[in-house]
């Protein structure tokens, strides 16, 4: 894989020329900066800009007056290529705060090892209604330690509206919910999004994680998608780069509440 070739797309396709991720929500242009506006239960924010010093603050201020104006919570999603250099610190000073940083990596399809599969006494079932989605989310809160209700919200709304966006599996141990992991499907890019993998920590090093992995890559791959990405923790990232992802940049959400 070219990997300047693929960020530069990566850019290109899901920033700069971003698609709304899910019914609802809506993409705007204003200036250098192109941002996403959906709901207080969806993702608001900032994907992709184009600033130097000179504009930077202006641009920030800006996007603080608009979601303000709407009274909703958003991200500047900030990669550590972006510019200017000190992107990071003007946020700061502008009242937003830093969550932490993951690396995006990106992974051709077709060159992946796919072999993976899930261990002995383990299943993969897909999600397809409001109680698989229920599963995922308790899940979520587990392993997370975080409230599922946006997650839940935003996955029953794809599934009704645009299914053909979401693949969402669940690695079931008899009936219990031992992970959870789903995939973003873009229409009209080369890139399907790895989301969410997460397993108990009794169920950890089993390779579960990396059967999931490998259970949607060749889900992507069957759909003609060439490129998967992952913005991945340090936990994940040793699996990742064993499966033949790339690490391209860094990404760090950072969050401004009105």
Same mark, same amino acid.
């Given at each position: 894989?070219?990997? /300047?070739? $693929?960020? @530069?797309?990566y850019d290109r396709e899901m920033r700069e020329h971003a698609r709304p991720d899910g019914p609802g929500a809506r993409i705007e242009r204003a200036g250098r900066v192109v941002r996403q506006v959906a709901g207080p239960l969806d993702w608001n924010g900032v994907l992709?800009?184009?600033? #130097? $010093?000179?504009? /930077?603050? $202006? @641009?920030? /201020?800006?996007q603080v007056a608009h979601f303000g104006a709407l009274g909703l919570e958003?991200?500047?999603? @900030?990669?550590?290529? #972006?510019?200017?250099?000190?992107?990071?610190?003007?946020?700061?000073a502008a009242g937003f705060t830093a969550e932490a940083e993951e690396t995006l990596m990106i992974g051709e399809a077709a060159g992946l090892d796919l072999t993976a599969r899930e261990p002995d006494g383990v299943r993969v079932v897909p999600v397809t209604d409001a109680r698989g989605v229920d599963l995922v989310a308790g899940v979520h809160e587990e392993v997370f330690g975080t409230d599922a209700s946006r997650l839940r919200h935003r996955m029953l709304a794809q599934l009704a509206a645009t299914p053909d966006t979401l693949l969402a599996v669940l690695a079931l141990a008899g009936d219990e919910p031992v992970s959870a992991a789903r995939m973003e499907l873009v229409p009209g890019t080369g890139f399907a999004g790895l989301w969410g993998g997460g397993t108990l920590p009794a169920w950890r090093g089993r390779g579960i994680y990396r059967s999931l992995v490998a259970h949607r890559a060749r889900a992507a791959l069957s759909r003609g998608y060439r490129y998967l990405q992952v913005d991945a923790s340090d936990q994940s990232r040793p699996v990742l780069e064993r499966l033949g992802f790339a690490p391209l940049t860094t990404t760090t959400p950072y969050v401004r509440t009105p």
């Amino acid at each position: 894989m070219d990997h /300047a070739h $693929a960020l @530069a797309l990566y850019d290109r396709e899901m920033r700069e020329h971003a698609r709304p991720d899910g019914p609802g929500a809506r993409i705007e242009r204003a200036g250098r900066v192109v941002r996403q506006v959906a709901g207080p239960l969806d993702w608001n924010g900032v994907l992709w800009s184009r600033l #130097d $010093a000179s504009d /930077a603050d $202006a @641009a920030i /201020a800006e996007q603080v007056a608009h979601f303000g104006a709407l009274g909703l919570e958003f991200e500047w999603k @900030a990669y550590g290529h #972006d510019r200017p250099d000190d992107l990071g610190d003007r946020l700061l000073a502008a009242g937003f705060t830093a969550e932490a940083e993951e690396t995006l990596m990106i992974g051709e399809a077709a060159g992946l090892d796919l072999t993976a599969r899930e261990p002995d006494g383990v299943r993969v079932v897909p999600v397809t209604d409001a109680r698989g989605v229920d599963l995922v989310a308790g899940v979520h809160e587990e392993v997370f330690g975080t409230d599922a209700s946006r997650l839940r919200h935003r996955m029953l709304a794809q599934l009704a509206a645009t299914p053909d966006t979401l693949l969402a599996v669940l690695a079931l141990a008899g009936d219990e919910p031992v992970s959870a992991a789903r995939m973003e499907l873009v229409p009209g890019t080369g890139f399907a999004g790895l989301w969410g993998g997460g397993t108990l920590p009794a169920w950890r090093g089993r390779g579960i994680y990396r059967s999931l992995v490998a259970h949607r890559a060749r889900a992507a791959l069957s759909r003609g998608y060439r490129y998967l990405q992952v913005d991945a923790s340090d936990q994940s990232r040793p699996v990742l780069e064993r499966l033949g992802f790339a690490p391209l940049t860094t990404t760090t959400p950072y969050v401004r509440t009105p």
